[in-house]
């Protein structure tokens, strides 16, 4: 059974990939809210190509204190990768406070690299108005500036959360936050920062259920759609300027009017909205009806979509259902935002040998999807299986060569003799960080049995770059960040794989992290960074504004095609 609350026991959660970064050792945090460095369990318990770098604890002392690392992560519980390279994210239970069991919750960061050092950089609740219960993971800024969302508490009296950030002033919270009026209440999913400035984000639950929203550090929250039903997932900005998202439930008739039955939406929002706005509902699951597949049959459609759409390189949306499908444990799906056109992917089986039913691939899918360095798709699921407590899959954009890379729930040798499992319910994000592994975490498992896991596992994809924030079309001279590894070594820098940026337009400020100026661009571009260990890409795209030269555009040149510049003094 999931925790609820009274006034919305049905809501449930989804997850979605955001990549993030800033470094909390360089926060600048005050004492009351110093990090805590998390001693290590003398253990690295690695199955190739699986390792678990931690296991979450919230042992309960004698002195009433938790112990202070948190536990039991959930969806959608972001891990986002930042510009030193370490991971962070938040677990909605634990902490170090003297409060009951299953308090408020820690933000927490990560080293990809063994020993895999665990800190604490915040403890939810440490103050009046934090907010407590972060399911949200984290997000990074244009400005530098994680954020994310407490479901529970926060400065209003009526206790329905808060956003907050967390940056180099410390830890605080968007002011004033939901009230359970029209700006709803109870957010899971974190918001994201859009080149406006501006936050975007979605609550769950609350008077008004699914409100689309607006946030900024002086103004505070500001609805400006109302969805009408629960929703999890974290809102994606596209290269159009629109935000996208899903809802678990709900259904728009071929009149245009929306109800709060049905199997779930995929909707479209302006980003530029005011107000309160019509959502474009762009596709209705039902899982009572057929839809087209990816091999030209008709097949039952998925439905209660709890996690978000991402966008994969070729422009289209891929997603996931948690239930539907032929066996009702959920498809995964992909769809043209452009056209509509919408194809099933890949339905998760029920198989049966001698009388004994499973779900070998998964079942109930809440994470949505991240795109490789090889194209595929990869993705969690919190039941089916080996074990039946989860899997870690991959397909193709076609809806072929699905593959189970990895079921969870295996057994390992933890300290004392004591045996446990390597990780079960994963129902956080996975994130693929630039050094080509994945990473996420299991709700339950590890060496202290109940309380859950952070893992990696390395599916031999390619390191690459990543542009803060995704694709997106800026001004001429904007500054856009990028992180990877290796920058130090650098020897140039492209806009796609032929234009070279000199010293003035590229400023490495540490091995994992640059920032690029971005000059006049003819079409969408990559980031290119070539180094003598390998040239690394960006997956995500920049164009400027307007998009192209021409005679009535004063100071719009082509860039001189010049041979790449090392970037070092």
Known sequence: MRRGHDSDPGRSHGIAL????????????????????????????????YTILHNFDCTKYASGQVAPDGCTPDGPGFLAQGRDGNLYGTVPT??????????????????PIAPFPFAVSYTLGSNSGDGTTSHSGLTLGMDGVFYGTAEYGGASSSGKGSVFSLGGNGFSTVQPVFTNGMDGGYPWAPPIQAPDGN??????????????????????????AALGVNTTAALVLGFDGNLYGTTQAGSVSAQGVFSPIGGGTIFRIPMSATGSVQPTFLHNFDPNKTVLSANGQQVLDGGSPKGPVMFGHDGNLYGTTSAGGSAGYGVVYQLNPNTGAYKLLHTFPLVTVNNVASAPDGSGSESGLVQGSDGFLYGVAPGGGRSGVGTLFKLDTAGANFQVLWSFGNTIQCPNNVTANDGSFPHSTPTLHTNGKIYGMTQKGGCRTAYGTI?????????FASIVGGSRVVSVGSKVGVIGQGFNTATGVLLGSSTPLGKLAVQVLS?????????????????????PSGTVMTPQVVSTSPPQCGTVIVGCRQLPSLPPRKLGP
């Open 511 to 531: 091995d994992t992290y640059m920032v690029v100026t971005v000059p006049r661009l003819v079409g969408p571009s990559s980031i290119t960074v070539l180094m």
């Open 18 to 49: 955001a990549v993030v970064g800033i470094s909390v050792l360089a926060l600048g945090l005050s004492t009351s809210q110093a990090q805590i460095v998390i001693p290590q369990v003398p253990i690295q318990v690695q199955y190739m190509p």
């Open 199 to 224: 936050l975007y984000g979605v609550t769950n639950g609350g008077t008004t259920k699914g409100v689309v929203y607006r946030a900024t550090p002086t103004t505070g929250v500001s609805p400006i």
């Open 455 to 463: 893992y990696s596992f390395d599916a031999g994809l390619k390191p």
């Open 94 to 111: 634990g902490g170090n406070l003297l409060y009951p069991k299953y308090n408020g919750g820690t933000i927490f960061s990560i080293g």
